[in-house]
């Protein structure tokens, strides 16, 4: 099955830097690659996805990156806010294949510093 | 309008006793999914049911039985609960495998605690 590793667990970044999650897949097949937002005590909630046949995908300050020879992506915040703080999972599947189901990431954990 | 609603929204309970979560999306979505959160926030995946059909069963105990009754809503009741059970429950539904559309909305999730 899927397999997805997820690096760094825990990310600091000054108010207004950079952050940088990357994530791996075993399952060449996978296609379909999101990422999910989860505040403390809150739901997961999808803030960009990106599919196969598309190198990199923009919204606003969050940017993902899908490299499908290596098998890695990423996801990219600019211009880091507070309320960018959460837990951040990135997920893997196989779209379209009458059997989905999203492997998810061990998570990261972001915190802004004002 | 909760698009995906979960009840309870926690639940303590001692072990050995048999508990339900009920799950309800009305989002017209066809597949609906059980994640299980441990206190490390690993999200695994349980269920997942296409218009009342179990297709995915990954190894959960055969303590967890989930039920779906129609489309939009899918149950989970567990048997005998076990310290190991402590965890948060998300409930989430997606449009379905073959429609090109995958991404999740998860419910609001329950936390269960067993003592």
């Known amino acids: 099955g899927e397999n997805v590793e997820q690096h760094p667990s825990t990310l600091s970044v000054q108010e207004g830097d950079s952050a940088v999650i990357k994530c791996t897949y075993s399952?060449?097949?996978?296609?379909?690659f999101p990422w999910y937002k989860q505040e403390l005590g809150k739901r997961p909630q999808l803030i960009i996805d990106i599919r196969s046949n598309v190198g990199e995908k923009k919204d606003q300050r969050i940017a993902v990156t899908l490299n499908k020879t290596a098998k890695h992506f990423s996801l990219h915040i600019t211009e880091t806010q507070p309320e960018d703080s959460a837990v951040y999972f990135c997920?893997?599947?196989?779209?379209?294949?009458?059997?989905?189901?999203?492997?998810f990431g061990t998570g990261t954990r972001l915190t802004i510093i004002p | 309008d909760t698009a995906v609603s979960q009840t309870p929204k926690y639940l303590v309970t001692q072990m050995g006793n048999d508990k339900s979560i009920k799950c309800e999306q009305n989002?017209?979505?066809?597949?609906m999914y059980w994640y299980k959160q441990d206190s490390k926030k690993f999200l695994k995946i349980m269920f997942s049911?296409?218009?009342?059909?179990?297709?995915i069963n990954e190894t959960v105990p055969n303590r967890f039985s989930p039920k779906s009754p129609d489309k939009a809503h899918l149950n989970l009741h567990i048997n005998s609960l076990e310290l190991g059970d402590s965890a948060v429950y998300f409930c989430?539904?997606?449009?379905?495998?073959?429609?090109?559309?995958?991404?999740?909305?998860f419910g609001s999730g329950t936390r269960l605690t067993v003592v």
């Open positions: 989430a539904s997606s449009q379905g495998p073959g429609t090109g559309v995958n991404g999740y909305t």
């Open positions: 989002l017209g979505h066809d597949t």
């Open positions: 049911y296409n218009n009342k059909e179990l297709i």
């Open positions: 399952d060449s097949a996978s296609n379909y």
């Open positions: 997920a893997a599947s196989r779209a379209n294949f009458g059997n989905e189901k999203l492997t």
